[in-house]
């Protein structure tokens, strides 16, 4: 079986705590993915970010709808946190968080590690479809989050994307 691994870079044009308290909103997650997904958070409100915190979702890929539900791993306030789906899709979901202070702002960086289900079947889809999926979402998020928390003035951003697999 294969874990892939999606990385993501970007410095917002925003103080490393408003960037921090903005991916802390449960809430905000609904902004920052593709309306094509009809992402909705499914926890009460207010979401009380922390290590054992579970988030419902709701959401439809290619149509089919689907349910997931995360838990918050780890937690360090300003610096990082992690979830790992519990419930949904994949057979392995973690996805990283970091945040630093950074001359132009704040750099954000995103690491998930996924995996497929379905041995064989998910190798095909994953070169099918999965891969590309993911991409497309990201690169949502990346403006999204432009758009969300820099000044109208200021819409440029670096950007870096790699991905990788390794054998388990």
Same mark, same amino acid.
Not at 44 to 49: I, L, R
Not at 71 to 81: D, Q, R
Not at 93 to 114: C, E, I, N, Q
């Given at each position: 079986?294969? $874990?892939?691994?999606?990385?993501?870079?970007?410095?917002?044009?925003?103080?490393?705590?408003?960037?921090?308290?903005?991916?802390?909103? *449960? +809430?905000?997650?609904? +902004?920052?993915?593709?309306?094509?997904?009809?992402?909705? $958070?499914?926890?009460?409100?207010?979401?009380? #970010?922390? $290590?054992?915190?579970?988030?419902?979702?709701?959401?439809?890929?290619?149509?089919?709808?689907?349910? @997931?539900?995360?838990?918050?791993?780890?937690?360090?306030?300003?610096? #990082?946190?992690?979830?790992?789906?519990?419930?949904?899709?994949?057979?392995? @979901?973690?996805?990283?968080?970091?945040?630093?202070?950074?001359?132009?702002?704040?750099?954000?960086?995103?690491?998930?590690?996924?995996?497929?289900?379905?041995?064989?079947?998910?190798?095909?889809?994953?070169?099918?479809?999965?891969?590309?999926?993911?991409?497309? $979402?990201?690169?949502?998020?990346?403006? *999204?989050?432009?758009?969300?928390?820099?000044?109208?003035?200021?819409?440029?951003?670096? &950007?870096? *994307? &790699? *991905? &990788? &697999?390794?054998?388990?």
């Amino acid at each position: 079986m294969t $874990v892939h691994v999606l990385e993501r870079e970007q410095v917002v044009r925003a103080p490393l705590d408003r960037v921090f308290a903005f991916f802390s909103e *449960a +809430r905000n997650l609904e +902004r920052i993915t593709p309306p094509w997904l009809r992402f909705e $958070v499914l926890a009460p409100e207010p979401v009380q #970010m922390r $290590v054992g915190t579970t988030i419902g979702y709701r959401l439809r890929l290619h149509g089919a709808p689907l349910r @997931w539900l995360t838990l918050i791993e780890s937690w360090e306030p300003g610096v #990082m946190f992690a979830d790992r789906q519990l419930h949904g899709p994949y057979r392995l @979901w973690h996805h990283t968080h970091a945040f630093a202070a950074h001359p132009d702002g704040t750099l954000v960086r995103d690491r998930v590690r996924y995996e497929l289900p379905l041995g064989r079947l998910g190798a095909i889809a994953h070169r099918a479809f999965v891969a590309r999926d993911l991409t497309r $979402v990201f690169d949502y998020r990346r403006r *999204a989050v432009t758009r969300e928390l820099e000044p109208a003035q200021n819409l440029t951003t670096f &950007s870096t *994307a &790699s *991905a &990788s &697999s390794a054998s388990r």
